[in-house]
């Protein structure tokens, strides 16, 4: 019987540890409603795009605390490529800087999953400085966090008592896996960059070919003539007039 317990133990142990040696997947992009077809790339020589320290292989970091931590790439590209493709996906979006070009330095992105056995923290850090043709240089500065008990400790325990795991897959489903917390975070702190971006290239809400569409005719209505009136009786119109 105690053998059985100790295999057992074993086993879930191994389970258990191999799960959270797993990698994280990381999937961060601009999340967009009616998503139009992509293609390619545009080349766009006037637009400078640079970011610092970026490695294609290294868009967030998972500190899984049993582990070392361990660099995540981005399955949809580094953070250059996702500007570059969102400027050929909707350019319409962005009129001042595709016409007159700028530049776009990303001075920091921090996408990071910090695991401390009691507790975890995920946060995205995301400075950017914008200028476009021969405007004034405008910074942009984003930072959100998720702090949560999804950690490596908890899962480990409670896999090997019952009474945790029943609080544990509940509030794992509740707060998100780190890989959710990851995702979330990048592609808000994606969509408030690009949004910011749009104001700044002078996008008003509407794109340029629905600006420059004709006007649909308004339907003319055919000018009404007036009926002619039959005279009336001299006799009916004395007795109108007197009454």
């Known amino acids: 019987m105690y053998f059985r317990v100790c295999i057992s133990t074993i086993s879930l142990l191994s389970v258990c540890f191999f799960t959270l040696g797993c990698g994280i997947s990381l999937r961060v992009y601009r999340p967009f409603p009616k998503e139009t077809a992509f293609e390619y790339v545009k080349k766009m020589d006037h637009i400078?795009?640079?970011?610092?320290e970026e490695n294609r292989m290294k868009m967030g970091v998972y500190d899984g605390y049993f582990f070392n931590p361990e660099g995540l790439p981005n399955e949809y590209g580094p953070l250059s490529y996702l500007i570059r493709k969102e400027l050929s996906m909707r350019g319409n979006r962005y009129p001042l800087l595709l016409d007159r070009g700028g530049?776009?330095?990303?001075?920091?992105?921090?996408l990071v999953s910090l695991d401390r056995c009691s507790k975890n923290l995920s946060f995205v850090k995301l400075k950017v400085r914008i200028q476009i043709a021969n405007n004034g240089e405008e910074q942009f500065s984003y930072y959100d966090e998720i702090d949560s008990r999804v950690t490596n400790c908890y899962l480990t325990g409670s896999v090997l008592t019952v009474v945790p795991l029943l609080w544990y897959v509940p509030y794992n489903g509740f707060r998100g896996n780190r890989e959710d917390q990851l995702n979330?975070?990048?592609?808000?702190?994606?969509?408030e960059f690009f949004t910011k971006l749009e104001v700044l290239s002078g996008y008003n809400?509407?794109?340029?070919?629905?600006e420059n569409q004709p006007l649909e005719p308004q339907p003319v209505k055919p000018k009404q003539i007036p009926t002619k009136q039959e005279p009336v009786d001299p006799k009916l119109k004395e007795i109108l007039e007197s009454l």
């Open 48 to 52: 400078q795009i640079f970011v610092k």
């Open 103 to 110: 530049k776009i330095f990303v001075d920091e992105f921090q």
């Open 184 to 191: 979330q975070l990048g592609r808000n702190s994606l969509s």
């Open 205 to 210: 809400g509407s794109s340029p070919i629905e």
